[in-house]
């Protein structure tokens, strides 16, 4: 940044500072009869504004010296602090007699330049946020809007005194008549003025207009960084609206702290939205602006309503004092006990249920207990959550087998939505989707709170959903497996077995009838025939092994797995196998081990080269049958892909419930580990 710049930005602090505290002790010192003779405010209501406007002003000087906002907003700024240090100081000098030095400049500060801050908002409007008037059809608006705003500033600088201090007083007119300075008034006629000044006060409102609508088109166009710029000039011009409405209702007389307070936020909000939109989440922001202050205003203008109809209904019977003082004590003694209730209804009219913690979750629990199905489940949910926060749009999105999604929606779903994870313990099992815009979409922390609360019974049903789907999905897969088994049986049996027995008794039959005539033909049909029940009675024994290993009926589990075990790597490896006091175990759950340990002990064989192996049959606290293959080899890659008999491990352990690992521990080695429920899962289990 240039070093003129940063000059300028900590100089117009200084002066705008200085000239509000000047005004401020020129305030105090003024006796407040002369400022009763003089008809004059007090300076420090411009002083401060400009001074509050100060600290936004220099920030946007130094980070962003080369945004015409950032000048607009320090003009404005010591554009203020002047003002209120020039009406102040005139009322200061108009006490004595004659007058202090300096009071005529002051004057025309006051009467004439002081008018140009009816500039400032039209030009901030047009320039924000990036310093540049509106291009295309909205540029020669632009200019004539500022024209016309413009006007009249000019016309106060330029016209006769006595034309210009005609609003004022009499008495007011004669002091400042005493003011001689008037260096930029025109001798011009007052037919031509006076016409000019009547069309300028209305044109200088009306140049307000264009402005605002360009706010609106650039809002409306504007995505992304640049639309949140702009939120940040929505949020002031609702908050300057809500001081102005507060400063209606209020008691007294408070316009110069309104005032200033207005000024500031304007300015924290133009200056937070050019330099550091995404600082604070400004849809969240105005959302809750928005809800709350007009909750705020709706209360107390029921407030007023109540005290007002509480003293017309009195009114008439009792003097004034004496009405005032009964209405307040009804009010106080019948309304303000149900003033909390009123807040809480009014609110649960704007915002849903979300008041009510208890009831929300309750509710739901109700409705989710009424719900047959899973889908009926989650239409519950989107429902009860759009109640209780009165969103206009819910959706639960449920991840289900195969990558397909389920989706129960209540209202109409908006263009943008904002998707909040569902998890249940731990593993994300659908999303929560609300409207992204909007006024109720936005959450203060404890309806997060509350949501989270919510999104709990939420996961709950959605995880009853995915499992009322994985079970259907189950169904289908064991429906489909077994009259594939069955089919497979059929195919053999019709194929392989039946054929090859047909075959026999065709050989025995025509042995038969050659045993007497050609004995030897019919002793070779015979050992034909021998050879083909011996194939036949190895494919029952193939048959029979896939449906159950006979070595598990005849050598038991440890038995079987150790004859296994030695068959596939011995002598080459050292293999012990370890079983504990196992209990009588079902024989889904003895095929299922019996099947993992030989696909482990298959792994070590072709891929391990491991010198020793063990095996660990035994069942833990709970009674599930623990099956452990541990070697001494090479390892698993963690690149490597998972291949078939991977997949086929843990596939064998989830029929049953139960659950695999393979693990590579810091010493070497692989560890396989099956963990299967000594009931069987209630399942059957895939050869």
Same mark, same amino acid.
């Given at each position: 940044m240039p070093g003129w710049v940063r000059f300028v930005a900590w100089a117009s602090v200084v002066v705008t500072v200085a000239a509000a505290l000047g005004a401020a002790v020129l305030d105090v010192v003024t006796p407040a009869a002369a400022r009763e003779a003089a008809g004059a405010t007090p300076g420090w209501v411009f002083g401060l504004p400009g001074a509050t406007l100060a600290i936004p002003a220099a920030l946007l000087l130094h980070r962003a010296p080369r945004n015409a906002v950032s000048w607009v907003v320090g003009g404005t700024a010591v554009l203020w602090a002047v003002d209120g240090l020039a009406q102040s100081y005139l009322t200061f000098a108009l006490q004595y007699d004659p007058p !202090? %030095?300096? $009071?005529?400049l002051a004057f025309w500060l006051v009467q004439r330049f002081g008018a140009w801050l009816l500039l400032g908002l039209p030009l901030l409007l047009l320039l924000y946020p990036d310093g540049r008037l509106p291009a295309g059809r909205w540029r020669p608006a632009a200019l004539l809007s500022l024209a016309s705003t413009a006007l009249l500033p000019t016309?106060?600088?330029?016209v006769p005194s006595e034309i210009a201090d005609a609003r004022a007083g009499s008495q007011t007119r004669e002091i400042y008549r005493s003011l001689d300075l008037d260096p930029t008034s025109l001798p011009l006629p007052e037919a031509v003025v006076l016409p000019l000044l009547r069309f300028a006060f209305p044109a200088a409102v009306l140049g307000v207009l264009v402005p605002v609508a360009v706010v609106v088109s650039r809002y409306r166009r504007d995505t992304g960084e640049d639309r949140r710029r702009m939120r940040w000039l929505l949020w002031a011009a609702v908050t300057d609206a809500l001081v102005m409405v507060g400063t209606l209702l209020a008691p007294g007389d408070i316009s110069s702290f309104t005032l200033s307070l207005a000024v500031t936020l304007t300015g924290a909000a133009v200056a937070v939205g050019v330099l550091r939109p995404q600082a604070v989440d400004i849809d969240r922001l105005l959302g809750g602006t928005l809800v &709350? $202050? $007009? !909750?705020? +205003?709706? +209360?107390v203008l029921l407030d007023l309503a109540v005290i007002a109809a509480a003293g017309a209904l009195l009114g008439d019977r009792l003097g004034d004092r004496d009405a005032t003082l009964l209405a307040l004590l009804v009010v106080t003694g019948l309304y303000v006990p149900l003033r909390a209730?009123?807040?809480? !209804?009014?609110?649960?009219? +704007?915002?849903?249920?979300? =008041?009510d913690p208890y009831r929300v979750v309750s509710g739901l629990a109700e409705r989710l207990e009424r719900s047959d199905g899973p889908d009926e489940q989650l239409m519950a949910v989107a429902a009860g959550i759009a109640e209780a926060f009165r969103s206009p749009y819910v959706g639960v999105e449920v991840d289900q087998p195969g990558g397909r999604q389920l989706l129960a929606e209540h209202g109409p779903r908006p263009v943008a939505v904002q998707s909040l994870p569902?998890? &249940?313990?731990?593993? =994300?099992? *659908?999303?929560?989707?609300l409207p992204r815009n909007g006024v109720r979409a936005h959450l203060v922390t404890r309806d997060e709170g509350l949501l989270a609360d919510v999104v709990r019974q939420a996961a709950a049903a959605a995880r009853a959903s995915s499992l009322a789907a994985e079970l259907q999905h189950s169904r289908e897969q064991l429906v489909a497996a077994r009259e594939e088994e069955r089919r497979r049986l059929r195919r053999d049996l019709h194929d392989g077995l039946g054929p090859s027995l047909g075959a026999v008794v065709l050989r025995i039959d025509t042995a038969r009838n050659l045993a007497a005539a050609r004995p030897e033909d019919a002793d070779r049909l015979l050992r034909q025939a021998r050879d083909d029940v011996s194939a036949a009675l190895a494919d029952v024994r193939r048959l029979v092994h896939d449906l159950r290993p006979p070595a598990l009926d005849d050598l038991g589990l440890a038995g079987a797995v150790r004859q296994q075990a030695e068959r596939l790597l011995a002598p080459r490896v050292e293999v012990t196998v370890d079983a504990g006091d196992l209990a009588e175990l079902p024989a889904a759950v003895e095929v299922a081990a019996y099947r993992i340990a030989s696909e482990a002990l298959a792994n070590v064989a072709r891929h391990a080269s491991a010198s020793r192996v063990r095996v660990s049959l035994s069942c833990d606290a709970d009674g599930a049958l623990v099956v452990d293959v541990a070697d001494d080899g090479v390892g698993i890659d963690p690149a490597a %892909?998972?291949?078939? *008999? !991977? +997949?086929?491990?843990?596939?064998?352990a989830a029929e049953l419930g139960g659950r695999s690992a393979v693990s590579c521990p810091p010493e070497g080695g692989t560890v396989v580990r099956a963990v299967l429920p000594a009931d069987g899962g209630g399942s059957g289990v895939r050869a």
């Open positions: !202090l %030095p300096g $009071g005529s016309l106060l600088m330029i &709350y $202050g $007009g !909750l705020a +205003v709706a +209360v209730q009123a807040w809480r !209804l009014v609110r649960r009219w +704007v915002l849903g249920e979300r =008041e569902i998890a &249940y313990r731990g593993e =994300e099992v *659908g999303r929560l989707l %892909p998972a291949g078939v *008999g !991977l +997949v086929s491990l843990r596939e064998r």
